[in-house]
């Protein structure tokens, strides 16, 4: 069936450090892929999307490339802020299902 | 801004207790659902709602039930609540075929005793 894996965390990272959270997934077909976030005491919230293979999404300075070839999706920033310090999960949707498979999250904390 | 609310932030029940937990959402999407959040676990969809008074089951639908009779709300129900249902319970919703764009409630922290 169709899965994800993250890298577990809590990641640390001093201000302005660059940022890499690695996901990897197992699916049928050709899913679509997601990054969401959530900050503390909040909901969690779509940060970007990729739905083919070499597709980047990007938001908030945050990047993401789908590579088919590696089955991976993995996050990255340049420069991280105090304020990214959150939990972020990956996913995916495959196929004609309407339903979206998560990772576990990983924590990232910066430190001023 | 869409806006997910969820009636309460921390949530204690005793075993046996019928619990309800509701969802309210102001963007008229179609499309709500209810997660359960756990450490190591991730987020597991239990139910999900894509109309008024339609539902399907989740993954971990067991022990759950649901009630969707007005579009801006979505009761998520424990017929009769164990210790093993103790967790963090997410409500999102989505508008039309967006099913991925989801917009997330605060969440539940519910602990049965």
């Known amino acids: 069936g169709n899965s994800v894996t993250q890298m577990e965390g809590p990641v640390t990272l001093s201000e302005e450090a660059f940022l890499t959270i690695n996901c990897t997934y197992t699916?049928?077909?050709?899913?679509?892929l997601f990054w969401y976030v959530q900050y503390p005491g909040e909901g969690l919230q779509l940060l970007l999307k990729?739905?083919?293979?070499?597709d980047k999404g990007s938001n908030k300075g945050f990047e993401a490339t789908y590579r088919k070839e590696t089955t991976s999706f993995h996050l990255e920033k340049g420069s991280v802020q105090v304020s990214d310090s959150a939990v972020y999960f990956c996913?995916?949707?495959?196929?004609?299902?309407?339903?979206?498979?998560f990772g576990t999250g990983t924590l990232l904390a910066v430190q001023p | 801004d869409v806006k997910v609310t969820q009636s309460s932030r921390y949530l204690v029940k005793r075993t046996g207790e019928k619990v309800f937990l509701e969802c309210v959402q102001d963007?008229?999407?179609?499309?709500m659902f209810w997660y359960r959040q756990d450490p190591g676990l991730g987020l597991r969809l239990i139910y999900f709602?894509?109309?008024?008074?339609?539902?399907e089951k989740g993954d971990i639908p067991e022990g759950y039930s649901v009630s969707r009779e007005k579009k801006e709300r979505f009761s998520l129900i424990l017929e009769s609540a164990s210790t093993n249902q103790t967790s963090m319970y997410l409500c999102?919703?989505?508008?039309?075929?967006?099913?991925?764009?989801?917009?997330f409630g605060p969440g539940t922290r519910l602990t049965v005793t």
């Open positions: 963007m008229d999407h179609e499309n």
């Open positions: 999102a919703s989505s508008f039309g075929t967006r099913f991925y764009e989801q917009y």
């Open positions: 990729a739905t083919k293979a070499d």
């Open positions: 996913a995916l949707r495959g196929g004609a299902t309407n339903k979206l498979i």
């Open positions: 709602s894509y109309d008024v008074k339609m539902k």
């Open positions: 699916a049928t077909g050709y899913p679509s």
